[in-house]
């Protein structure tokens, strides 16, 4: 209506309806922090969704309310309560028939009485020793029926869900009859399908037929599989939870309340489901135990309860190779934990998506990893980091708003010539355009008023950064700062000095190149060796594949070198303490570094003599420098010698 009016203002009914469930940048940086702190990538990433964000929701509470209701369903009651039941409308139906006996003389009434007194001790023979028996007293005969009408119908309701109204008319001949040609025509369409013939005609017409026997409407022969399937084996592991007297028991009165037909239709249907879908737990058995008897249903119930709660806490264990959140089932958490935990799968699940969707996170055959975007994020952290603790030089220099690979601004502008790529002189450029056509607005730019920024012409270097991978440097708290430094300067040299060329180096018992992503989800060598050689000589070849490049070396370890390539097979051989073969063969590499011209600077970690003395003569005899930072300031001091080699050449 025209004269409506609307105000809109700031939302204050609680949180926000239009936020997103989920902080996608947040999840991300929560991974960095593990990872820069020393964590595994991967175990990082993989506790992101255990924990959820901002710490609940994640798979592990999930996990833990299944647990919990696993351990009650095991405490809920007796499973052998359908032969205690059974025992006891026998024993009352047994009473009776004696009462009724007692006040009989005649002949036929004590023979019968003699048929009682020599009934076996077993429920299950007792029953089928009776089903002949003429019975004299009516309310005995009602026990006696009791008993096969209530175990028939426990076990078809069990195994068909929903069917229980439909199934208490079962006595009946008739129904009896239908029900064995349903179960018929479900056992020759579950084989027709097991040889993978074309069955959706046969399927249309058994849910034409039958279709009141199956309430909740199962679309597809696969649907109809899974849901039989899954009872069926809840009643075999009922079975198997029975110590071998229950188990015998039971199944000689299931015997007797089906009939032969029905017992013979339900074992051929057990052993199609079975062959149809193997990976359900068939042959487990569960502990059971409360003092509450439980019916076949119920029994079954909960033991079918346990095994849908194993494949959940299976799927939300995500360990097997590929896992995904996709895997989880989300029906059947809403099914055994409730809606809500379905909604926490559900965002987890948005969360693992946005993240692939916007690039964060990539997936290989080992699971999630990080995308370079997302390491290049983790190198800005790091490098903030570093430079939070940077006191030394001024705080320009380590502006990195500042990036470019022009190099510095020198004060001056020249004018415009085809090809340059550096920044514009706007004023400069605006003021000769003015002085050329006056005041006009709006101001009218021709090619010859073009100025750029003069800047100071920079040389490019060749960085390899060697990192000790040996299991020292995690046992002693140097791992997470180690990555913190790698990262900081591979985004500072890809942000700020693009025209250097960097190669990180990892060397534990054999050396080898790592990109980015592969130095944050590198995990720590478990064989010991310091193999410095084998670092020193993949760092000749970065040096060698940029000769027009200033070569610089910088090396960071905790450990005297240990291991070293044989000349002859190239293997890399261990020994402590360190033999001479490994220092010499070291020593030539240093020496091979140092005549390419490579500057070669040593970055000690820990206060080893014997480390210390290797460091200080290959420091000498390479004319570079040797350093022995906190672990807290290696970053510092890394970062602060490539800018301080960076200022030296321009």
């Given at each position: 209506m025209a004269g409506n009016r609307f105000r809109y203002g700031q939302w204050n009914g609680g949180p926000d309806p239009l936020a997103p469930p989920y902080d996608v940048r947040g999840a991300v940086d929560a991974v960095g922090t593990e990872v820069l702190a020393g964590g595994s990538l991967r175990e990082a990433l993989r506790d992101l969704l255990r924990r959820g964000p901002q710490g609940r929701g994640g798979l592990d509470d999930l996990a833990a309310r299944a647990r919990r209701l696993r351990r009650e369903a095991l405490r809920r009651g007796d499973l052998d309560g359908a032969v205690t039941r059974a025992q006891a409308l026998l024993d009352q139906a047994l009473a009776a028939e004696r009462d009724e006996l007692r006040g009989r003389d005649d002949d036929a009434a004590r023979f019968a009485e003699a048929v009682l007194d020599n009934l076996p001790r077993s429920t299950a023979r007792a029953v089928e020793e009776l089903s002949g028996?003429?019975?004299?007293?009516?309310?005995?005969?009602?026990?006696?029926?009791?008993?096969?009408?209530?175990?028939?119908?426990?076990?078809?309701?069990?195994?068909?869900?929903?069917?229980?109204?439909?199934?208490?008319?079962?006595?009946?001949?008739?129904?009896?009859?239908?029900?064995?040609?349903?179960?018929?025509?479900?056992?020759?369409?579950?084989?027709?399908?097991?040889?993978?013939?074309?069955?959706t005609d046969a399927f249309a017409e058994f849910m034409r037929r039958h279709g009141d026997f199956f309430p909740e409407k199962p679309e597809t022969v696969d649907e109809l599989i899974d849901a039989l399937a899954r009872r069926a084996a809840a009643g075999e592991r009922l079975m198997n939870s029975l110590s071998e007297r229950q188990r015998a028991e039971l199944a000689g009165l299931m015997q007797q309340s089906l009939g032969d037909r029905l017992a013979g239709e339900m074992s051929a249907l057990d052993a199609n489901l079975r062959a149809l879908r193997p990976d359900l737990r068939w042959g487990r058995g569960e502990r059971v135990r409360g003092d509450q008897p439980l019916d076949y249903a119920d029994a079954a119930g909960a033991l079918g309860e346990i095994g849908d709660l194993d494949d959940l806490l299976d799927q939300l264990d995500q360990e097997h190779p590929g896992a995904t959140l996709d895997d989880v089932d989300v029906d059947q958490v809403a099914r055994t934990l409730g809606r809500d935990a379905a909604d926490d799968v559900r965002r987890l699940r948005d969360l693992e998506r946005e993240l692939r969707r916007q690039g964060w996170v990539s997936?290989?055959?080992?699971?999630?990893?990080?995308?370079?975007?997302?390491?290049?994020?983790?190198?800005?952290?790091?490098?903030?980091?570093?430079?939070?603790?940077l006191t030394a030089g001024p705080r320009?220099?380590?502006?990195?708003?500042?990036?470019?690979?022009?190099?510095?601004?020198?004060?001056?502008?020249?004018?415009?010539?085809?090809?340059?790529?550096?920044?514009?002189?706007?004023?400069?450029?605006?003021?000769?355009?003015?002085?050329?056509?006056?005041?006009?607005?709006?101001?009218?730019?021709?090619?010859?008023?073009?100025?750029?920024?003069?800047?100071?012409?920079?040389?490019?270097?060749?960085?390899?950064?060697?990192?000790?991978?040996?299991?020292?440097?995690?046992?002693?708290?140097?791992?997470?700062?180690?990555?913190?430094?790698?990262?900081?300067?591979?985004?500072?040299?890809?942000?700020?000095?693009?025209?250097?060329?960097?190669?990180?180096?990892?060397?534990?018992?054999?050396?080898?190149?790592?990109?980015?992503?592969?130095?944050?989800?590198?995990?720590?060598?478990?064989?010991?060796?310091?193999?410095?050689?084998?670092?020193?000589?993949?760092?000749?070849?970065?040096?060698?594949?940029?000769?027009?490049?200033?070569?610089?070396?910088?090396?960071?370890?905790?450990?005297?070198?240990?291991?070293?390539?044989?000349?002859?097979?190239?293997?890399?051989?261990?020994?402590?303490?360190?033999?001479?073969?490994?220092?010499?063969?070291?020593?030539?590499?240093?020496?091979?570094?140092?005549?390419?011209?490579?500057?070669?600077?040593?970055?000690?970690?820990?206060?080893?003599?014997?480390?210390?003395?290797?460091?200080?003569?290959?420091?000498?005899?390479?004319?570079?420098?040797?350093?022995?930072?906190?672990?807290?300031?290696?970053?510092?001091?890394?970062?602060?010698?490539?800018?301080?080699?960076?200022?030296?050449?321009?």
């Amino acid at each position: 209506m025209a004269g409506n009016r609307f105000r809109y203002g700031q939302w204050n009914g609680g949180p926000d309806p239009l936020a997103p469930p989920y902080d996608v940048r947040g999840a991300v940086d929560a991974v960095g922090t593990e990872v820069l702190a020393g964590g595994s990538l991967r175990e990082a990433l993989r506790d992101l969704l255990r924990r959820g964000p901002q710490g609940r929701g994640g798979l592990d509470d999930l996990a833990a309310r299944a647990r919990r209701l696993r351990r009650e369903a095991l405490r809920r009651g007796d499973l052998d309560g359908a032969v205690t039941r059974a025992q006891a409308l026998l024993d009352q139906a047994l009473a009776a028939e004696r009462d009724e006996l007692r006040g009989r003389d005649d002949d036929a009434a004590r023979f019968a009485e003699a048929v009682l007194d020599n009934l076996p001790r077993s429920t299950a023979r007792a029953v089928e020793e009776l089903s002949g028996y003429q019975w004299a007293s009516d309310d005995a005969r009602r026990s006696y029926q009791q008993i096969l009408d209530q175990l028939r119908d426990d076990v078809l309701g069990q195994r068909f869900a929903g069917l229980r109204d439909a199934v208490r008319a079962s006595a009946d001949p008739a129904a009896q009859q239908r029900l064995a040609e349903m179960m018929g025509d479900l056992n020759d369409l579950l084989a027709r399908h097991g040889r993978a013939e074309d069955t959706t005609d046969a399927f249309a017409e058994f849910m034409r037929r039958h279709g009141d026997f199956f309430p909740e409407k199962p679309e597809t022969v696969d649907e109809l599989i899974d849901a039989l399937a899954r009872r069926a084996a809840a009643g075999e592991r009922l079975m198997n939870s029975l110590s071998e007297r229950q188990r015998a028991e039971l199944a000689g009165l299931m015997q007797q309340s089906l009939g032969d037909r029905l017992a013979g239709e339900m074992s051929a249907l057990d052993a199609n489901l079975r062959a149809l879908r193997p990976d359900l737990r068939w042959g487990r058995g569960e502990r059971v135990r409360g003092d509450q008897p439980l019916d076949y249903a119920d029994a079954a119930g909960a033991l079918g309860e346990i095994g849908d709660l194993d494949d959940l806490l299976d799927q939300l264990d995500q360990e097997h190779p590929g896992a995904t959140l996709d895997d989880v089932d989300v029906d059947q958490v809403a099914r055994t934990l409730g809606r809500d935990a379905a909604d926490d799968v559900r965002r987890l699940r948005d969360l693992e998506r946005e993240l692939r969707r916007q690039g964060w996170v990539s997936r290989d055959a080992e699971g999630l990893t990080l995308s370079p975007k997302a390491l290049r994020r983790l190198g800005g952290t790091a490098l903030r980091r570093v430079f939070a603790d940077l006191t030394a030089g001024p705080r320009g220099q380590h502006d990195l708003r500042s990036a470019g690979a022009a190099g510095e601004v020198s004060g001056a502008s020249r004018p415009w010539q085809y090809g340059d790529e550096q920044p514009l002189d706007v004023v400069r450029t605006l003021t000769r355009a003015v002085s050329r056509a006056g005041p006009t607005v709006p101001v009218q730019l021709a090619v010859d008023d073009f100025e750029v920024v003069e800047t100071e012409r920079r040389a490019s270097a060749a960085v390899v950064l060697c990192v000790d991978l040996s299991y020292s440097m995690i046992s002693q708290g140097r791992w997470g700062p180690m990555k913190q430094t790698a990262l900081a300067l591979a985004h500072l040299m890809e942000t700020r000095f693009p025209q250097d060329a960097l190669q990180i180096v990892g060397f534990g018992r054999e050396a080898m190149t790592l990109t980015q992503q592969e130095l944050a989800a590198v995990e720590p060598d478990l064989e010991q060796g310091t193999n410095l050689q084998h670092a020193l000589r993949l760092a000749g070849r970065h040096l060698r594949r940029h000769p027009d490049a200033e070569p610089v070396v910088l090396v960071v370890t905790d450990g005297e070198p240990t291991a070293h390539l044989d000349p002859d097979d190239g293997e890399a051989l261990f020994h402590w303490p360190p033999l001479p073969e490994t220092i010499e063969a070291t020593v030539r590499e240093v020496d091979r570094l140092s005549r390419y011209g490579a500057t070669l600077n040593l970055f000690m970690l820990g206060d080893d003599p014997g480390l210390r003395r290797f460091v200080d003569a290959v420091a000498r005899r390479s004319r570079g420098r040797m350093f022995t930072p906190d672990t807290d300031d290696l970053g510092e001091y890394v970062v602060s010698d490539y800018l301080r080699s960076r200022q030296s050449r321009r």
